[in-house]
């Protein structure tokens, strides 16, 4: 069971709640089964999933809904406080100017790809990050981190023909001048684990890293608890980053074994793009698997737009949206990263925007852009008088085909009727929508 099925079983239950005629004991008892049945399925350690269900009914069972909460809202905030409670604290991740960041992990688990992604979260707070490749192991390990972080203008340093690492880390610290943030790439092949863990003491002699984060791959499952701590009481490391969450069926098992561990979990890593990573925060991730949407995430990323992006929102909580709304939402979309993982951020969408929507390439969005420019302003705001000739005439002037026109039409035809569903229809009156107006 990937994330996104638990997320789907998740929010199945969440509906099933919410849509309740009655908040009985049965019902009680019966989502209680179903959050059992989703969680194992995810490989959750049973002990963990039996002591939540526990504690879920028990709390339904006895505690009064606060005041001001419905029976439905009150059970709701259970499931998602003992979820939230399952996956730890939250501990947040901004290291000083200055800091030295060493990376160690087994082979494949995502190291180097992981250190170029943070280098782009460092570099968007205003951080200089310089990379030190000392995987002497990998062939080609240093062009892989040169090759990644192209698109970042990182600065890099790597010996390829050096086999040894503490002298490229020796010519590389020498090299580090304006910078902010050293991180270190080590190797994760070796031919045993002691082998692995005296390379590991040694550059800890010489680099003195103020963070050593250990990238573990989630697909090992409730292992993940596992490795930790041995990578912990060997080296003494200070966090965890599991990577591969998008498409791991042991995700659920990774995240919370790593949470019972006294390594926190500082990211998580959601796919192959630099873009992939995010800060973990129990509460935003149970909130978006939940399909509550991420609110708090979503709060982060808008602040980093500007007023366009702020608008465009409230356009959609209005429940108006032109072309000129889809125009603004794709420029906001294409600044703010891969576009599926903003969309299952926005409260509803994640679940209700049909396949197709969420699936158009940042390729298409280009096109669909450069269609859009070549239309007058009447016809963005309001896109019904776009007929045939219209359509002909904007494929002129935008160099594009007519199909292309009327294919961007369907998707903002589509895009239309999912958020008016989800703003009128369906949840109405439920808590999302209550949500959604709470963000305006
Ligand atoms: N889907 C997905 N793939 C990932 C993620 N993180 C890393 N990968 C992929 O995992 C593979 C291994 O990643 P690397 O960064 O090379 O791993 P490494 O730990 O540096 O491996 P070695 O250098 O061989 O020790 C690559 O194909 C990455 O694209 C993630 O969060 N999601
Ligand atoms: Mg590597």
Do not use: C
């Not at 580090?176 to 550059?203: N, Q, Y």
């Not at 108006?320 to 794709?330: G, M, P």
Request: aromatic share 4%; charged share 30%; hydrophobic share 40%.
């Amino acid at each position: 069971m990937t994330l996104e099925m638990l997320s789907d079983s998740l929010t199945k239950i969440v509906k099933k709640i919410t849509f309740a005629s009655l908040i009985d004991e049965k019902l009680i008892k019966e989502v209680v089964k179903d959050i059992q049945r989703a969680l194992l399925t995810s490989d959750v350690n049973v002990k963990l999933v039996m002591d939540l269900s526990k504690t879920v009914e028990d709390r339904a069972l006895k505690e009064k809904p606060k005041p001001g909460l419905s029976k439905k809202e009150h059970i709701l905030r259970i499931v998602y406080e003992e979820l939230v409670a399952l996956l730890g604290e939250k501990e947040e991740f901004l290291p000083a100017a200055g800091s030295r960041i060493m990376m160690v992990g087994l082979q494949g688990s995502g190291k180097t790809t992981t250190i170029v992604k943070l280098s782009k979260f460092l570099q968007k707070r205003g951080l200089r990050p310089y990379v030190i490749a000392a995987d002497t192991k990998r062939p080609a390990a240093y062009e892989q981190l040169v090759q990644l972080s192209e698109p970042l203008n990182l600065a890099v340093y790597g010996e390829p023909e050096n086999k040894n690492p503490i002298e490229i880390l020796k010519k590389g610290l020498q090299g580090a001048k304006k910078t902010d943030v050293i991180i270190l790439d080590t190797a994760g092949r070796h031919s045993s684990e002691k082998e692995l863990f005296e390379e590991m003491k040694e550059i800890l002699e010489v680099f003195k890293p103020d963070e050593r984060l250990l990238v573990i791959d989630s697909s090992i499952g409730q292992q993940a608890g596992v490795q930790a701590q041995a990578f912990h009481e060997a080296v003494g490391i200070t966090g965890v980053i599991l990577t591969k969450l998008d498409g791991s069926a042991k995700g659920g098992g990774a995240l919370s074994a790593v949470a019972r561990t006294s390594s926190p979990i500082r990211f998580i890593g959601t796919g192959e793009k630099i873009a992939d990573l995010e800060p973990f925060d129990p509460d935003r991730f149970i909130s978006r698997i939940l399909g509550m949407g991420d609110l708090k995430t979503l709060m982060e990323k808008a602040r980093e737009l500007d007023e366009l992006g702020k608008d465009q929102m409230e356009n959609i909580l209005k429940g108006e949206f032109t072309l000129v709304d889809l125009q603004n939402q794709i420029l906001a979309l294409r600044k703010m990263g891969p576009i599926g993982s903003i969309m299952k951020m926005i409260p509803g969408i994640g679940m209700s925007l049909p396949k197709e929507a969420s699936q158009v390439t940042e390729e298409k969005m280009d096109k669909f852009m450069t269609i859009m420019n070549s239309m007058t302003a009447e016809e963005k705001n309001k896109p019904k008088i776009i007929n045939s000739s219209r359509i002909r005439r904007i494929a002129r002037g935008s160099g594009t085909k007519t199909e292309e026109i009327k294919e961007l039409m369907t998707y903002y035809n589509t895009m239309k009727r999912a958020l008016k569903a989800m703003m009128k229809g369906r949840f109405g009156k439920g808590p999302l929508a209550r949500m959604m107006r709470g963000f305006r």
